[in-house]
């Protein structure tokens, strides 16, 4: 099976699913951690949108290749068998939360599952458990015993998850009566106050450069931050960024 023409793109999608479902649920749901959280000098919060934003570019990347590599071994020896694609699927997703725990968490110090959590050492070690070795075997163990219906189940759970917490993180917090703003290095203060007359927006908070802004505005106006220099506005549909559920301090 390891040599299957379908295996290594299978892994390769299910790598990029594993870090969708991550950067999906701790960065932008949960807020547990953005790629770079403990990197110092990165505390722009512009900064970390991007780097997240790169992060899920390659993401894309990885999904793009791994699809095109199924798609060929599509062309080349017909029909998959559907408890190695799940198995393969499975591996991948394992797999990319063991090289996140081992290289992000540990060796490079990136981040952690949980920055603000008082035992980092523990989230980390349940998030590589449960979403890492978990699995690995199991994905292990549909390559190795069969089991179509297992693999099925398990590939419509994690194309499930996957698609529930990218809807899930477009909705705008429903109990957060503010926006938050994030307009171009470019804009000064002149550009900013200029785009909280035209929208009719109320200053609440503001960082020292006003870079980032939290706002009270209408939430039909929200959108038209976008049109005055806004990179990312939360509540405002998409892009919804790593913001969407951000509260002020």
């Not at 038209?224 to 990312?232: E, I, V, W």
């Amino acid at each position: 099976m390891a040599r299957s023409p379908w295996t290594l793109p299978a892994i390769t999608l299910g790598i990029a699913l594993g870090g969708f479902a991550d950067g999906i649920l701790l960065h932008q749901i949960l807020q547990w951690h953005h790629l770079l959280s403990l990197v110092p000098g990165m505390d722009d919060i512009r900064l970390q949108v991007l780097w997240d934003g790169y992060f899920h570019a390659l993401m894309y990347v990885l999904a793009a290749f791994g699809l095109w590599g199924l798609w060929r071994a599509h062309r080349r020896a017909g029909r998959a068998p559907g408890r190695l694609l799940a198995g393969a699927l499975v591996i991948g997703f394992g797999l990319w939360h063991v090289l996140d725990g081992v290289l992000s968490h540990w060796l490079l110090g990136l981040h952690r599952i949980r920055v603000d959590s008082a035992n980092p050492l523990f989230w980390d070690l349940l998030w590589f458990v449960g979403f890492g070795l978990a699995p690995l075997v199991i994905g292990w163990a549909l390559l190795q015993r069969g089991g179509g219906g297992a693999g099925r189940a398990a590939l419509v759970g994690l194309g499930l998850l996957t698609i529930g917490a990218g809807g899930w993180a477009l909705r705008p917090p429903p109990d957060q009566p503010f926006t938050t703003v994030v307009f171009r290095p470019d804009y000064g203060p002149a550009q900013v106050f200029a785009a909280l007359a035209a929208q009719d927006a109320r200053l609440i908070w503001t960082d020292a450069a006003m870079g980032v802004i939290v706002v009270d505005v209408a939430p039909e106006h929200r959108r038209g931050f976008y049109r005055r220099g806004a990179l990312l506005v939360s509540g405002g549909a998409v892009p919804a960024g790593c913001i969407d559920w951000s509260r002020p301090a």
